[in-house]
């Protein structure tokens, strides 16, 4: 265990996400509708996929979930608060890695944690231990008395995770956590959602990536232009497209695959 204890059981549901809409207005006044219609359940321990090509809709739908953007109808449920009448406490309850790292380049990663585990009241001697654990877990040892600044991005990376974990979330948004890393970086990303699932944490994890998805997801959502367009375990999905590769399931799970005659039409050939 990260931090000891142990997490208490939800059934219905850890992340419950409701006809999700929200539109963008342009400085012309023109609206785009980036999340469409978007719903999905992810239940307690599992590593739940949003899978979709850039522009999908992804990093809108966890910013909402995060409570960071309001949708423009739609809701969603987080470990029991509903994102539009709690936000204080779904923020309380998740932890959020997004693209940016977001992290204070004068600082040093001790430093960084420290202060955003005072920005969550932590006490001092509670966010001390938490910031141990996690410097030896995600191995930040050597740099982390080194300012940010000149940090790599995969080590900038591994601080931002150990941000995202300090106030020990039961509840953890992954957006595309292993974009810019290399293989053996990647490694210890997916290996550490892996040990947070076995923790009993639920993790939602967004990826553009199939193979990324297949390795580390129990069950997904494919979203394209801002609509679902097919939800369940990867099995499930083989044996409705009767894709044989990972790159045709990804490319008919969206609608795109016009090569094949097996192409499913865009957008709601395969939801469930
Ligand atoms: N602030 C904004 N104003 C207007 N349009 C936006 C804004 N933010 C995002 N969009 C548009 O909404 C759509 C969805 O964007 P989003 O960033 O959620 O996609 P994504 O799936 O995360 O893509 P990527 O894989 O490239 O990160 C895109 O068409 C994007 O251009
Ligand atoms: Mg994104």
New binding site residues.
């Given amino acids: 265990m990260l931090f000891g204890g142990t997490i208490q059981i939800r059934e219905n549901g850890m992340i419950v996400v409701d006809a999700l809409v929200?539109e963008?207005?342009?400085p012309k006044k023109q609206v785009?509708r980036?999340?469409d219609g978007v719903s999905f359940t992810a239940h307690q321990g599992e590593i739940f996929g949003l899978l979709?090509?850039?522009?999908?809709?992804?990093?809108?739908?966890?910013?909402i979930l995060a409570t960071i953007l309001q949708p423009t109808s739609g809701t969603a449920i987080i470990d029991g608060s509903d994102i539009r009448e709690d936000p204080l406490a779904v923020r309380r309850k998740i932890g959020f890695l997004t693209?940016a790292a977001g992290l204070y380049d004068r600082l040093t990663p001790i430093q960084n944690l420290m202060y955003f585990g005072r920005l969550h009241a932590m006490p001092e001697d509670l966010i001390k231990r938490r910031i141990d654990i996690l410097v030896d877990k995600l191995d930040i040892g050597r740099y982390a008395s080194r300012t940010c600044d000149k940090l790599s991005t995969g080590e900038k990376q591994r601080v931002a995770i150990a941000r995202a974990m300090l106030h020990d979330p039961r509840v953890l948004y992954f957006?595309?956590p292993t974009s810019g890393l290399d293989v053996l970086a990647a490694r210890t990303v997916m290996n550490f959602l892996r040990e947070c699932r076995a923790e009993g944490r639920t993790i939602l994890f967004?990826s553009?990536i199939m193979a990324e998805v297949e390795a580390l997801c129990d069950r997904l959502t494919v979203?394209h232009?801002?609509v679902v367009t097919a939800t369940g375990t990867i099995p499930d999905l083989r044996e409705r497209t009767g894709a044989t590769t990972l790159e045709q399931l990804f490319l008919r799970c969206i609608g795109e695959d016009h090569d094949s005659p097996m192409n499913i039409p865009h957008p709601k050939g395969i939801a469930k």
Avoid: M, Q
């Fill in positions: 929200k963008y207005t342009g785009t980036a999340v979709g090509p850039n522009g999908a809709g992804k990093t809108t739908v966890l910013r693209g957006d595309e967004s553009h979203i232009r801002g």
